[in-house]
T-cell receptor, first 109, second 115 residues
Framework: AQRVTQPEKLLSVFKGAPVELKCNYS??????LFWYVQYSRQRLQLLLR?????SIKGFTADLNKGETSFHLKKPFAQEEDSAMYYC???????????WGAGTKLIIKP | ETGVTQSPTHLIKTRGQQVTLRCSSQ?????VSWYQQALGQGPQFIFQ???????GRGNFPPRFSGLQFPNYSSELNVNALELDDSALYLC??????????????FGPGTRLLVL
């Protein structure tokens, strides 16, 4: 069955420290993955998608098919990065997005 | 450019009742997806509408149904409400019906409480 796992419910790091938010997936097809972010009192919004291989707000994520992972990384955390982060996977058979439970990232000053 | 709007923002129903939630898609978008988000969990896909047709469905019973109108706004209807239907319902619009792979733009959600 298709599944997205974000093992950390909460991640707290100091400003300036590196950040890695973990995402593992289970899917027999060709995976297409996203990271969405929700800042306080704002809506869910797309952060980045693996297919575009871009860096947004200093965040990058590399798809590792061998480890079935799509971890989100940033070398130097900033206070404005504090938010809820969701990893999501597209299922080709019925076009749905399958979401992880999310990781709350807190950046301490 | 107008963003995705949802109404109402909150509502309270009792078990067995029926509810209709509404979503106006972002200007220029022709696809609407609906999600249910229980507390502490990620969104769960209910279904997607593309050009007024259901384009994909998640693992939800038939008492969850929907509509998309010619202006691409959408409704989510839930019949015979159960306590477990209490959740935040999110609507997201996008362009192209590209099978879930397009960027989705989310509304603020409707919080439903079933007593």
């Amino acid at each position: 069955a298709q599944r997205v796992t974000q093992p950390e419910k909460l991640l707290s790091v100091f400003k300036g420290a590196p950040v890695e938010l973990k995402c593992n997936y289970s899917y027999s097809g060709s995976p297409e993955l996203f990271w969405y972010v929700q800042y306080s009192r704002q809506r869910l919004q797309l952060l980045l998608r693996h297919i575009s291989r871009e860096s947004i707000k200093g965040f990058t994520a590399d798809l590792n098919k061998g480890e079935t992972s799509f971890h989100l990384k940033k070398p130097f955390a900033q206070e404005e990065d504090s938010a809820m982060y969701y990893c999501a996977l597209v299922v080709d058979s019925n076009y749905q997005l399958i979401w992880g439970a999310g990781t709350k990232l807190i950046i301490k000053p | 450019e107008t963003g995705v709007t949802q109404s109402p923002t909150h509502l309270i129903k009792t078990r067995g009742q029926q509810v209709t939630l509404r979503c106006s898609s972002q200007s220029g978008h022709n696809t609407v997806s609906w999600y249910q988000q229980a507390l502490g969990q990620g969104p769960q896909f209910i279904f997607q509408y593309y050009r007024e047709e259901e384009n994909g469905r998640g693992n939800f019973p038939p008492r969850f149904s929907g509509l998309q109108f010619p202006n691409y706004s959408s409704e989510l209807n839930v019949n015979a409400l159960e306590l477990d239907d209490s959740a935040l319902y999110l609507c997201a619009s996008s362009w192209g019906g590209a099978r879930g792979k397009e960027t989705q733009y989310f509304g603020p959600g409707t919080r439903l409480l079933v007593l």
